[in-house]
């Protein structure tokens, strides 16, 4: 087991997030977890990268390691543990390569770091294209890639991504799915994915959660869960 | 001529205050907060240049150690400035830290009482008497063509210059540089980068005070008189530069700087010096009014929370 979480509880003020929920991943695993708005889900990967606080009683380990005693900043440059945020936050006034470059703060491994450009670069060359041009000024797809590139790059143990199809067209949004494939192939890196457009998760993780209103509803293999009559009801469209 | 003499002036004053507004623009580009403590944290280096020079030169008089005056210059501008760092990474660490999640008031109060604390502590400390700062150069003076320029002027504007020079390539080309780009853009994020953000603010307060302390033994070496409230005369307007600048914008705070010491010099030059600051900053004023982002400015992203 890889990351196990536990009666995980957030509240923002009065406005209760998670009520306790508990689920595991072991390494290599893509798992999805899928849910309405306002479910939850980008709530839980933020908790997961200790963005935001936790309720007391919340546990959460990671290889073994609470991550409640790592800063944010830390979970990424000692455990590898990276998030694409939801609307991907990518810093739009530095360029592609130095959205890269910044993701790579704390890595002292600099051989490492060129083959992990290079990697990026060639799951992505329309990236590479565009490595001096401003991130602000990309199009919706490429900031996407860029997204999942700066997030390789900063760590690839374990990798949160928070809905990485929205706003992309089909063809994009399969691209991108592809390129998350072969990252979790050759790198072995483990993938978190949190996503509204169920079938789209549930087709690429292996194993899925739902996710409503701060509690996990059901669990299973994707095949399962797309077989699922509620699930279809209400998240596949009937 | 007396248009060139001005412009020696010019560039002398202006020299100080964009040294100064370097430290309010970067804070305020990567924190997005207003240091009201700057102008003291200036004043601060000032007596910090002051003590560090008078101390090197005691000792080389009594002929502890053999110290050309060149030495003790650049001693006292590089001590002033090591330490001065420190004097504004405390001020983040007590002043603003704790305050990053509170509203914006309550970190500019805060930033104000620092300010009047560091005023008091010198006052306390060096009493309310003037102090003269030490000649660290030896006056020369030199006539170019009518224009009268002394070598002290020389030093501090060029020396200046240099400094920014060096600020702006540390800011565009090295990782901590990009990491305070980054968060003058979208802070919330920068951990997920493996970014530490209180070492790049820490380091960002930490840059802006040693500038100021530069600029303090600057003006120790200029006018050579320090008081404790010199930081609020010039700090404030040194902040007006900043604004001008453009948020977070080393290129404009610099421009914006010297700017400010021209039309300050050329309006004494032309209108009764009483007038000065009035009609000073009103131009300034006009200019705010014309492009109320400044000159410059580093862009930001709407989103400033998760
Ligand atoms: N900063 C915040 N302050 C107050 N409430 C918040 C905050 N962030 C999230 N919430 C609330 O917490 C709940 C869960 O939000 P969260 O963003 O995790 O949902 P989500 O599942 O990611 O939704 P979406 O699919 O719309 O992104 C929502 O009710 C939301 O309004
Ligand atoms: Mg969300």
Redesign the pocket.
């Known amino acids: 087991m890889l990351l196990s979480v536990e009666n995980l509880r957030v509240s923002?003020?009065e406005?209760k997030?998670?009520h306790g929920i508990s689920f595991q991943i072991d390494k290599g695993e893509i798992v999805c977890v899928i849910?309405?708005?306002?479910?939850?889900?980008?709530?839980?990967l933020?908790a997961i990268s200790r963005l935001?606080p936790v309720e007391p009683g919340s546990r959460m380990t990671y290889e073994g390691k609470s991550l409640l005693d790592y800063s944010a900043d830390k979970v990424v440059s000692q455990l590898g543990i990276s998030h694409v945020p939801?609307g991907r936050r990518l810093f739009g006034n530095l360029t592609v390569m130095e959205n890269l470059r910044l993701a790579t703060f704390a890595r002292k491994d600099g051989a490492d770091i060129e083959r992990d450009v290079g990697r990026v670069f060639s799951i992505f060359p329309r990236l590479e294209e565009r490595k001096t041009q401003k991130a602000g000024t990309l199009s919706g797809g490429e900031q996407q890639m860029l997204a999942v590139g700066r997030a390789f790059m900063s760590g690839r143990e374990l990798m949160l991504l928070?809905?990485p199809s929205m706003g992309l067209a089909p063809l994009l949004m399969l691209s991108v799915f592809d390129a998350l494939k072969e990252i979790n192939d050759q790198e072995g890196t483990t993938i978190l994915l949190?996503e509204?457009n169920a079938r789209m998760a549930l087709k690429f993780a292996q194993r899925g959660y739902v996710?409503e209103s701060?509690s996990l509803v059901l669990e299973g293999d994707s095949e399962e869960l797309l077989a699922n009559p509620e699930v279809k009801k209400a998240y596949l469209g009937g | 001529m007396i248009f060139f003499q001005n412009l020696v002036n010019a560039l002398q004053l202006g020299s100080f205050y964009a040294l100064i507004a370097l430290g309010y623009s970067m804070v305020y580009g990567v924190l997005m907060l207003f240091n009201f403590a700057h102008g003291d944290v200036f004043m601060v280096g000032a007596y910090i240049g002051f003590l560090v020079s008078t101390g090197l030169l005691t000792l080389a008089n009594l002929g502890a150690v053999a110290l050309p005056t060149w030495l003790i210059l650049a001693l006292t501008i590089i001590l002033a400035m090591f330490l001065t760092s420190f004097v504004g990474m405390l001020v983040e660490r007590v002043g603003y830290r704790p305050l990053r999640g509170a509203p914006r008031a309550s970190a500019a109060i805060s930033g104000l009482m620092i300010g009047i604390f560091l005023e008091t502590f010198v006052l306390w400390l060096g009493g309310p008497k003037r102090r003269s700062f030490p000649a660290l150069i030896e006056s020369t003076t030199y006539e170019l063509g009518g224009v009268i320029v002394t070598n002290k002027k020389i030093v501090i504007v060029l020396v200046s210059m240099l400094l920014m020079l060096a600020l702006h390539l540390f800011v565009r080309r090295t990782k901590w540089g990009m990491a305070m780009r980054a968060m003058a853009y979208d802070y919330v994020v920068v951990p997920l980068m493996g970014v530490p953000l209180n070492t790049i603010a820490a380091l960002t307060f930490g840059l802006g005070s040693a500038l100021a302390a530069a600029a303090g033994v600057f003006f120790g070496i200029a006018y050579p008189v320090l008081d404790p409230y010199m930081g609020i005369r010039y700090g404030w307007k040194a902040f007006v530069a900043a604004i001008l600048g453009g948020r977070g914008s080393v290129l404009g705070a610099a421009l914006a700087g010297f700017m400010l010491g021209f039309i300050e010099i050329f309006v004494a030059w032309i209108f009764p010096s009483t007038w000065r600051d009035l009609i000073a900053y009103s131009i300034i004023l006009l200019i705010l009014t014309l492009r109320p982002h400044g000159f410059f400015g580093e862009p930001y992203s709407a989103q400033l929370?998760?």
Do not use: F, M, P, W
Request: charged share 20%.
């Open positions: 923002y003020g406005i997030a998670l849910g309405a708005n306002g479910a939850g889900k980008s709530t839980t933020q935001i939801e928070d809905e949190v509204q996710l701060g | 929370r998760l």
